[in-house]
């Protein structure tokens, strides 16, 4: 008997798009669980984990860890969360990313949430967030723009292709851009 496939959205958009402010409001109103890679991997930085000095040393440069390493973290905390939906928030970030994901867990996404945000819009939102992030300072900022534009906007082209990407207008207030969220994930409260 085949196992129960989960519900997967992949929640995607450069650096400072508003991912990680959406998903709240999501979590908030449906039944899904959060998952931001990003945070995932800065957890195992803190934990002290043999990896964390590597994922550490790329965040800075705004590079994609290794795809293994992010899977790994996502597979358990898939696991520990007793839930079968999830946002899978900042990945895949490149075809390597979105390859190993379906290759190892058998997932396809159901859709994809595609939030576009204009570079100056993103820039001002992470030069102000204030949250202590060692890759909120504009020389790496600049970095994770390019990383974007090369490696993560493919994979969103990739599902684009499939009719699978629900693309947003995310240069807008967090109201203005959760009510077409809402939209997407259906108004019943389910
Ligand atoms: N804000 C949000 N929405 C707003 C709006 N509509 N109007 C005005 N302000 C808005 O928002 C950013 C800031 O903007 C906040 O202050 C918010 O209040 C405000 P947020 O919701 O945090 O945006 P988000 O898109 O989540 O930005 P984040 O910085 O988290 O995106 P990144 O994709 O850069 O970061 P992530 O944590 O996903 O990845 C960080 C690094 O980890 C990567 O660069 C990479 O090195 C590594 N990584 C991997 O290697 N592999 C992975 O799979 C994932 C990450
Ligand atoms: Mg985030």
């Known amino acids: 008997p085949a196992e129960k496939n989960p519900t997967v959205v992949f929640v995607l958009g450069g650096p400072g798009s508003g991912k990680g402010t959406q998903c709240a409001n999501i979590v908030d109103n449906f039944k899904f669980t959060h998952l931001s890679a990003g945070d995932l991997l800065r957890a195992e930085i803190k934990s002290g984990s043999e990896n964390g000095t590597m994922i550490q040393n790329m965040i800075k440069e705004g590079k994609i860890v290794p795809s293994e390493v992010t899977i790994k973290l996502l597979q358990k905390a898939m696991k520990e969360s007793g839930n079968d939906k999830f946002l899978i928030d900042g990945f895949p970030r490149n075809e390597e990313n979105r390859a190993a994901f379906e290759k190892v867990t058998g997932i396809e996404p159901a859709f994809v949430l595609y939030f576009d945000c204009p570079e100056e819009e993103m820039e001002r939102r992470l030069l102000s ?36 990407v629900r693309k947003i207008n995310a240069a807008r207030s967090v109201e203005e851009v959760f009510e077409t969220v809402k939209g997407i994930f259906g108004s019943k409260n389910e």
């Open 129 to 164: 967030r204030n949250q202590g992030r060692e890759d909120d300072n504009i020389e790496t900022i600049r970095k994770r723009f390019k990383v974007f534009l090369e490696s993560s906007l493919p994979v969103i082209n990739y599902y684009d292709a499939k009719g699978k």
